[in-house]
């Protein structure tokens, strides 16, 4: 696992940097704002993700810790691949994931190039409780539900039965069309996502 490199630039353009550490080039994907500012000759450190596929090794780099932990907990929700989650990355600051998280809201993600209007809800709902807001009095919206309602009801759901992936993906639909009064409350919400869901179906055990 590559997780830090500290260079030279050598090349950069509007997605990646190229940073030569002793002698061996490195092209790194990076946020747009980052690789506007990369500079031939510049001196640049950078905390990395390595994602390893069959056909390619792709490095992705941060400037700062805090992105980088972003960046996997976003590749870690369904639907979000790494170039999404960079995509996320390049639009939104930290503070801005945060806060859309905390508040409930998934209109910034929407408008990410990419993100549909269900992987936005997606995200909202599986990085909720997982990343905390970084400035300090900021308060929910008058009327907001509590994203962690959403967490407990795909919870309890997966303990019902149903496989993670199912129970996150049925209380983002149901949350959709529900009043504001059920999408604040856990027992209201997965009243609604059962009668959506029917009997839960159990995998068959292969022997």
């Known amino acids: 696992m590559i997780s830090s490199l500290h260079g030279r630039v050598v090349h950069a353009d509007a997605e990646h940097v190229v940073i030569e550490v002793g002698g061996v080039g490195f092209t790194v994907s990076v946020p747009a704002a980052l690789a506007r500012q990369a500079h031939l000759g510049d001196d640049l450190r950078l905390h990395t993700n390595l994602v390893v596929r069959?056909?390619?090794?792709?490095?992705?780099?941060?400037e700062t810790r805090e992105e980088l932990v972003v960046?996997?907990?976003?590749?870690?929700?369904?639907g979000v691949g790494p170039k999404s989650a960079l995509g996320v990355l390049s639009a939104l600051s930290v503070d801005q994931i945060a806060d859309a998280v905390t508040g409930d809201?998934?209109?910034?993600?929407?408008?990410?190039?990419?993100?549909?209007?269900?992987?936005?809800?997606?995200?909202?709902?599986?990085?909720?409780?997982?990343?905390?807001?970084?400035?300090?009095?900021?308060?929910?919206?008058?009327?907001?539900?509590?994203?962690t309602v959403f967490a407990?009801?795909?919870?309890?759901?997966?303990?019902?039965?149903?496989?993670?992936?199912?129970?996150?993906?049925?209380?983002?639909?149901?949350?959709?069309?529900?009043?504001?009064?059920?999408r604040a409350s856990v027992q209201a919400l997965l009243r609604?996502?059962?009668?959506?869901?029917?009997?839960?179906?159990?995998?068959?055990?292969?022997g």
């Not at 069959?54 to 992705?60: H, P, Q, R, T, V």
């Not at 269900?118 to 994203?147: C, E, F, H, M, N």
């Not at 609604?192 to 292969?206: F, I, N």
């Open 105 to 147: 809201d998934d209109a910034p993600f929407r408008r990410v190039s990419g993100i549909g209007p269900k992987t936005a809800k997606l995200i909202v709902v599986q990085l909720a409780g997982k990343i905390a807001p970084t400035r300090v009095g900021r308060a929910q919206p008058a009327g907001a539900p509590d994203s």
């Open 192 to 206: 609604l996502t059962l009668a959506a869901l029917g009997p839960a179906r159990k995998e068959p055990v292969s």
């Open 54 to 62: 069959e056909d390619a090794l792709s490095l992705f780099g941060f």
């Open 152 to 182: 407990q009801v795909a919870q309890a759901l997966v303990g019902l039965g149903w496989s993670e992936r199912v129970a996150v993906e049925a209380v983002a639909s149901v949350a959709d069309d529900a009043t504001e009064a059920d």
């Open 71 to 78: 960046f996997t907990q976003l590749i870690g929700v369904t």
